[in-house]
Structure formats: C-alpha cells, structure tokens
T-cell receptor
Framework: AQSVTQLGSHVSVSEGALVLLRCNYSSSVPPYLFWYVQYPNQGLQLLLK??????LVKGINGFEAEFKKSETSFHLTKPSAHMSDAAEYFCAVSGGGGFKTIFGAGTRLFVKA | DVKVTQSSRYLVKRTGEKVFLECVQDMDHENMFWYRQDPGLGLRLIYF???????EKGDIPEGYSVSREKKERFSLILESASTNQTSMYLC????????????FGPGTRLTVT
C-alpha cells in the first residue's frame, strides 16, 4: 500500500524568502513521486516528477525537489518566493505497475508582500 | 497543447436528481480518471478507466457510476444526487505507460441542494 503525508496544510512565506513544502511517502515498491500545483479555480498541473536516476529533480517556475530514500521524503523547495507562487501544492506517489496515484491532502502556500 | 475539458465549471442540482459530468481529452490517452476534491482530504479516486468500455472502482465509488463509450470521453454519473456529494470533481487522463503524470481538467464545482 502507498500513502503520502504533507506536513502543514498552510504555509506562509514572505516574497523573496525560501519556500519549503514537506512531503513524506510510504511505498512497498520503488516509488514514482510527483508534485502538482493548483491555482485558484483551475485543475492540477505537473510541477516536477521523480522516476529513476538523479535524486534532485528540477521543475517549472524555479521549483525543485529531492528524493531521499532513507528519509522517505520528497520535499519541494524554491529559493525565492514570488507572489505568483500562491497556490495549493499536492505531493503524489505512484508505483507497483498500477494505474493509481495517491495524492496528499495538499498544502496551501501564501506569499506575503 | 494538451487539453482535458469538462462540460461545466459550476453546477447546481437538487437532491435526487441524476447528474452527468462529462470529460473529454484530445491527447489519445488510454487512461482516464475521476476524482473528487474536498478541503483537507486532497484528491480521492472515484473511478478510472484504462480502455474503452473498461472501468475500475477507485477508493470511493459508492453513489457514482461511469461510462466510457469512446476513447476520448469519460462520463461520471450521480444516479441520485445527495448533499454529501457537493464537491469539486476533477477529471484527468494519462497515457498507457503505467507510471506517468496525469493531465487534469479545470474541474466542476457541484452543489447539491
């Protein structure tokens, strides 16, 4: 069975500050990991994904995430927050040959001017 | 540009009505999914389909059914709408590769009164 835990339902940062959104997963098979972003009144869009290979993954809009197997984590970071980053972020895990993807509960990011 | 469209952005229905939510994708994807999104619960899978006329129950199928008569179209049906089905409904698709990101539609916000 697979599961995802996102630590913190709300995160608030100042513009220009580091963004860190935490995600821990549980998987009995090698996981494929994803971060999606949802802007208000829109569907989800892919930010980045980890499948195999390099554990530091770069995505769109300056975001990146690092797969740490020993910590079962896939935290999302961005060095400098922008007002346009305000959105809800979902971590997700898939694997084991199935079609299903398990999503976390989401973290809403607020960016203060 | 890949596209998943949903028939309505907002829908208001009365308790007991039969409700149809339509989803169309233009990417020739084999897999299609219906989720509901509720605050604090993330996305929960209702049904998915990996081929025409094929369907599989997700985690919360009770009160819902689906139809996939054509590859590009996946319909979600609420046989008799109830107030606890008030939610945001998201459709997604992905290619046959089992571990692949999903492409989401903009969502339908359904209110059942």
């Amino acid at each position: 069975a697979q599961s995802v835990t996102q630590l913190g339902s709300h995160v608030s940062v100042s513009e220009g500050a580091l963004v860190l959104l935490r995600c821990n997963y549980s998987s009995s098979v090698p996981p494929y990991l994803f971060w999606y972003v949802q802007y208000p009144n829109q569907g989800l869009q892919l930010l980045l994904k980890y499948t195999t290979g390099a554990t530091l993954v770069k995505g769109i809009n300056g975001f990146e995430a690092e797969f740490k197997k020993s910590e079962t984590s896939f935290h999302l970071t961005k060095p400098s927050a922008h007002m346009s980053d305000a959105a809800e972020y979902f971590c997700a895990v898939s694997g084991g040959g199935g079609f299903k993807t398990i999503f976390g509960a989401g973290t809403r990011l607020f960016v203060k001017a | 540009d890949v596209k998943v469209t949903q028939s309505s952005r907002y829908l208001v229905k009365r308790t007991g009505e039969k409700v149809f939510l339509e989803c169309v994708q233009d990417m020739d994807h084999e897999n299609m999914f219906w989720y509901r999104q509720d605050p604090g619960l993330g996305l929960r899978l209702i049904y998915f389909s990996y081929d025409v006329k094929m369907k599989e129950k997700g985690d919360i199928p009770e009160g819902y059914s689906v139809s996939r008569e054509k590859k590009e179209r996946f319909s979600l049906i609420l046989e008799s709408a109830s107030t606890n089905q008030t939610s945001m409904y998201l459709c997604a698709s992905s290619p046959r590769r089992t571990i692949a990101e999903q492409y989401f539609g903009p969502g339908t916000r359904l209110t059942v009164t």
